[in-house]
Structures are given as C-alpha cells and as structure tokens.
C-alpha cells in the first residue's frame, strides 16, 4: 500500500458518517394540529349566545315602556299687551314699547317688531344693505329685528312688538294680526285697541 492511499485510508477513516433519513425529504406545508385530547364539555346554549352579541330582534313593545312625546298641540297662550295708539304716533309707542323690553332685561336678540302696513323706518334702513345681508341679521338673532306683514318667510322670537299701522288694499287684516299675536310667547299690540279686538278676538 503507498502513503498515498494511506493518507486517504486514515481521512476517510477519521471523517464521522452523517446518517441521512430514510424516505423521502419532507416538504413544507402546513404544519399538524395539536394533538388530540379529551373531549371538552359541551357549552351551554344560554353561554353561546351570551358570547356572540348581536342585534336584539323586535318584539311587541311593553305596556308603559314608550314615552310620550311632546304635545305640539299644547303649546302655551301668548300674553298679549293692548297699547293704545294712533296713525301719528304709532311707530313712536312701539319704539317705547321696544325700550321697555330692553330695560327689563329681554335680549335684544329675542325682539322682533312687526308691522301691519308701511315697514318700520328702521326697516327700510337695513334693506337699503341687500335681501341676503338684512335676513342674515334675523338668522344670526343678534338684536331688535323689524319686519313687515305678510312676510315672506316665517317669523317668531320670544317677545313680540306688532306695530298696527294699517293693511294693505285687499288683504286680510284679520289673519295677519292673528299671525303677528302667535309669532311669540308675549305679544305687545300698538295701534287701534277697538279695531284690533275687534279683528281678532282679544280681551
């Protein structure tokens, strides 16, 4: 034997064998459950339910368990306040009337002057601004806001002043005044006593 093949003799006798596995090289996949074990008791139906919250079917409702809504039907008298006053003076009572709101406490956001016939002086003031400038001031309910009869949209605030300073030709006097007596909860009328009782009713 030559050291040749004695070097490869001693190599291949000091290298250590692997052993491979027998069978095929197994593949990746998904890997096994847990093992099996013993069987787990049975969860009650009432628990299952329990564990899966869901939307409550609809049933007939309980006697007593609706609650009544608002009657809009109830809706409270307005106080109306008759002042006298004539063709000349009118607008100088409602503009007092205005004042006393004002001195008493009321917001001037909670006022709105009312007119019958002609639109109040300072009216036409606030138009000369534009339509959308002069309701902006209604919407925003800042101060004193003056309107005429029949308006064009519908109007109310909590204290009311309803110049009576006659109707235009042809129109229904008698609805607007009952329109401008509903349009807040205290309604103060200046004009005519005996024409506006007379109109619509009031003591």
Known sequence: MTAENTADTTSAAE?????????????????????PGPPKPAVP??????????????????????????DLSASPTPRVTLIPATADNVFDVADDAVDALLEAGTEPGAILVLTTGGPHPWQQHEETFGAAQYWRQYDEGKDVFYAS??????????????????????????????????????????????RVRALTGVA
């Open 15 to 35: 290298t250590p064998s692997v052993p491979r596995p027998s069978g095929a090289v197994p593949k990746p996949g998904p890997r096994p459950g847990p093992k």
């Open 45 to 70: 139906r009432q628990a299952s339910a329990a564990a899966k919250p869901g939307p409550a079917k609809p049933g007939p409702p309980k006697p007593g368990a609706a609650k009544p809504g608002p």
């Open 149 to 194: 009869l029949p308006a064009s949209r519908p109007l109310r605030r909590s204290a009311v002043v309803v110049v009576v300073n006659g109707f235009a030709e042809g129109a229904d006097a008698g609805r607007i005044l009952t329109a401008a007596l509903t349009a807040g909860a205290s309604v103060t009328v200046c004009g005519d006593v005996e």
